[in-house]
């Protein structure tokens, strides 16, 4: 279809483009979307026992395919002597190694399913927000609608549907211009959605922001975590209002405690957080309830605690450890994330059996090296932030170069003079972190974000190992 219609003449497109626009989203993602969406509608209420049988017949069929048509994992099996069918629950599950990054790197056609033509591949990248870029290949069409099918369900339960007007403030480059000038935003007519460029976020700017949102009137508003929290403070600052707003949608980054509590405050609306990595194997999200569940359907996803074995006692942090479902390309099977969960046994209210997290407590690059060569977790440190007066400190990033050192990057209003600043945000992080780093200041005019557009809140240079360090999580 897509070559047919590339060379047909401009206007024809054009009323091809509309025309496709006309069609229902689940019609147009195709059968694969439908049918995982008609599934999960249904799946959604099953009890724990019904969704673990089906992981493991998910996972077999996962594992017969690896081996049978997968080099690096007919190496995996022979090399320990087993053959898929010694794999029959979550123990056994574990006689196989961690897939990590770097032998993903190493073994990159390995991976590949040879039963796959090279027409079925697309490829894909990990924002490489946390160390090298990892680079590997989804089945094409396939893990595209399986992965909106599963995002769709998410948002119907913040109460979100198809075609409805949302807002988007996440990593995308507005691709029109006006007088030579690329625009602050751009209207999808396809798919009703309002995209806000998030690298034009200046004081000007926003007020025109607020405008063409109010003027939009949206239902949803999606971002990144950094963008709407630089949003919620303007409004907050500005006693400015976004109306009738149902939900919030935030993905892509580690959604803090500080950042949620002003988002939600200031667009007077819920959060429904969304944790995925680019890999498309681990997903947990927010239900209704406002707590995080392990999605079954997609994927195993299992949290292993620095002592090696999975978290099992309220509040254990482990790493999250990711089988999918989606990808036969290239299966990833217990590939290593290196985000860190939080566990807990606690049922949700929404009715629904799934695991549940507390929260994601972040990428085990989001620790900081102490004095005393101890980890301590990013989060509970910049509590601070909290405090921070966001009249003098507009945006705040911590950069860790040597142990025991944090340089905090300081974007200012320009009311103050870098002294004042200087002193305010010592005395602020000070009474947290001097007894384990030496604090230093720096007064910035900007904070580059990544190459799509996220922020990172610490820039870790120092090499962190999760694993090597048991004492690493006392805080
Ligand atoms: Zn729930």
Redesign the pocket.
Known sequence: MRSVVKNLPYPIKLGLKYAYGMIPLPIRYGKVFRDTYAFLQESQWWSREKLEEYQIRQLNKLLHHAYENVPYYRRVFEERGLRPENIQDFDDLRKLPYLTKDIVRENLSDLLAQNYSKSKLRYATTGGTTGMPLGFYWEKGFTDSKEWAFVWRQWNWAGYRFGKRRVTLRGDVISKFKRGQRKLWEYDRLNNVLFLSPYDMTEENLFKYVGVINKFRPVAIQGYPSNLYILAHFLKNNNLRIDQIKCILTSSEILYAHQREIIEESLTSRIYDHYGNSERNALVV??????Y?IIQEYGILESIGSDGNSTSKEDDIGEIVATGFNNYAMPFVRYKTGDLAVYTKHK?????N?P?LKRIEGRSQEFIVTKQASLVSLGPAIFGIHDLEWTRVRQIQFVQEQKGKLIIKIVKNDNYSDQEIKEYVLKLFNIRLSRICDLFIEIVDDIPRTKRGKYRVLIQELPVEFESNESSLQV
């Open positions: 927010e239900c209704e309830e406002g707590i569940h949700c209210a929404c009715g629904r799934y549940l």
